[in-house]
């Protein structure tokens, strides 16, 4: 019943931007907490960035002033406005949501996360 689905991944030039959007349904909605994660081979899962249901939110140190997260609460639906992209960005970014209200520090432990997105495809040129 619940699900979560990404898009609006696509192949940039170095400096570009994109806004990933993530649609929830099912049992999700705007009292859970929601994070972006991206992966890439040769490395592990990492947080991109997170909200909880009172707006709180965190960023990786090397996205931080270039990302930003929101919600739209009468969409159910979460996106990630990227700029000024790199090569590192290069990824699987993919949109996860738990019903807990996570502090800070397990913001982007991936075990707090209950369920997830497919993910969508960012490729950046340079």
């Known amino acids: 019943q619940a699900q979560l689905v990404e898009s609006g991944g696509d192949s940039v030039q170095a400096g570009g931007s994109l806004r990933l959007s993530c649609a929830a349904s099912g049992s999700i909605d705007t009292s859970y907490s929601m994070a972006w994660f991206r992966q890439d081979p040769g490395r592990e899962r990492e947080g991109v960035a997170s909200?909880?249901?009172?707006?709180?939110?965190n960023y990786a140190e090397n996205v931080k002033g270039r990302f930003t997260i929101s919600r739209d609460i009468a969409k159910n639906a979460l996106y990630l406005e990227m700029n000024s992209l790199n090569p590192e960005d290069t990824a699987m970014y993919y949109c996860?949501?738990?019903?807990?209200?996570?502090?800070?520090?397990?913001?982007?432990?991936?075990?707090?996360?209950?369920?997830w997105g497919q993910g969508t495809q960012v490729t950046v040129s340079s």
């Open positions: 909200r909880n249901k009172y707006g709180t939110t």
């Open positions: 996860a949501a738990t019903k807990t209200i996570l502090p800070s520090y397990r913001a982007y432990d991936p075990t707090a996360y209950d369920y």
